[in-house]
């Protein structure tokens, strides 16, 4: 066991949450809070992370608000932020790609760290070993089509390729209305597919940048697509667990 998780649970107080925005989809939300439970290295109950889960499906949603001119879905996420602020949270991690668009609005109105899931995946992509090359993009159409993974994976060095306008709505937004929509069953083949349309196109990488879409592409059947991904799920609690680390806990007590 890490030595730096025994100083996890001496240190942190009842009061010292990571909040999770969810309900971005419902099943998105659920499966990061069970994530970051699988990923965390514990080997007993209380050496895991405290978290509080707010699963709202209310929030309108983002793609609709922002390539359509749908419902803004900014209130209601900003009352998210406020109720786990409200709540103790001391991080606060968002399980949807295209909330992030949003995401200098809710890092300015929260109290907290609002953990960043575009750069999240960045971090992924080098630790495992994916440090430049041509990356394989999957995501929502507002996702893909306003450049959300392309800004910031470029900034890192990263060429991107980017799915066709029918691709995005046949293969990725198949999969993930197929997820949200509780047919989880009839979501792999879509998503499949689109993987190995961006592997032939010279991709040496694929991000799951919709968290419906890990959901569609389960662990036991990534091995046998052929291509490295980087799951937007995982790359978050990744990265909401390395703020529990040491230097993390050391800034907490000099703050206290």
Same mark, same amino acid.
């Given at each position: 066991? %890490?030595?730096?998780? /025994?100083?996890?649970?001496? &240190? /942190? &107080?009842?009061?010292?949450?990571?909040? @999770?925005l969810g309900g971005m989809g419902p099943l998105a939300g659920a499966a990061f809070a069970m994530r970051l439970a699988a990923l965390t290295p514990a080997s007993i109950d209380q050496q895991h992370i405290p978290a509080l889960l707010l699963n709202d499906p209310? @929030? %309108?949603d983002r793609s609709t608000a922002r390539?359509?001119?749908g419902a803004d879905p900014w209130p209601a996420m900003l009352r998210g932020i406020r109720t786990l602020n409200n709540a103790g949270a001391k991080l606060i991690a968002v399980p949807c790609n295209t909330a992030h668009l949003w995401y200098e609005q809710m890092a300015q109105a929260s109290e907290c760290e609002v953990l960043h899931i575009i750069e999240a995946v960045a971090?992924? !992509?080098?630790?495992? $070993? @994916?440090?430049?090359?041509?990356?394989?993009?999957?995501? &929502?159409a507002a996702t893909l089509g306003l450049g959300l993974y392309q800004q910031t !994976?470029?900034?890192h060095g990263y060429t991107c390729i980017v799915p066709t306008e029918e691709e995005i709505d046949t293969l990725c937004m198949a999969s993930i209305r197929a997820v949200k929509g509780n047919q989880v069953e009839e979501s792999f083949a879509p998503a499949a597919e689109c993987i190995e349309r961006l592997r032939t196109r010279g991709a040496d990488a694929?991000? !799951? $940048?919709?968290?419906? !879409? %890990? #959901?569609?592409? %389960? /662990?036991? #059947?990534?091995?046998?697509l052929g291509i490295p991904l980087t799951d937007s799920i995982d790359a978050l609690a990744l990265a909401a667990i390395a703020h529990f680390q040491p230097h993390h806990l050391e800034a907490e007590a000099l703050s206290a």
């Open positions: 066991m %890490p030595p730096w998780f /025994h100083r996890f649970v001496m &240190t /942190h &107080t009842d009061s010292c949450y990571l909040g @999770i209310r @929030i %309108p390539l359509y001119g971090q992924d !992509l080098k630790r495992q $070993g @994916i440090t430049r090359g041509r990356v394989g993009l999957m995501g &929502t !994976l470029e900034k694929v991000v !799951l $940048g919709c968290t419906e !879409l %890990p #959901l569609a592409v %389960p /662990h036991a #059947l990534r091995k046998d």
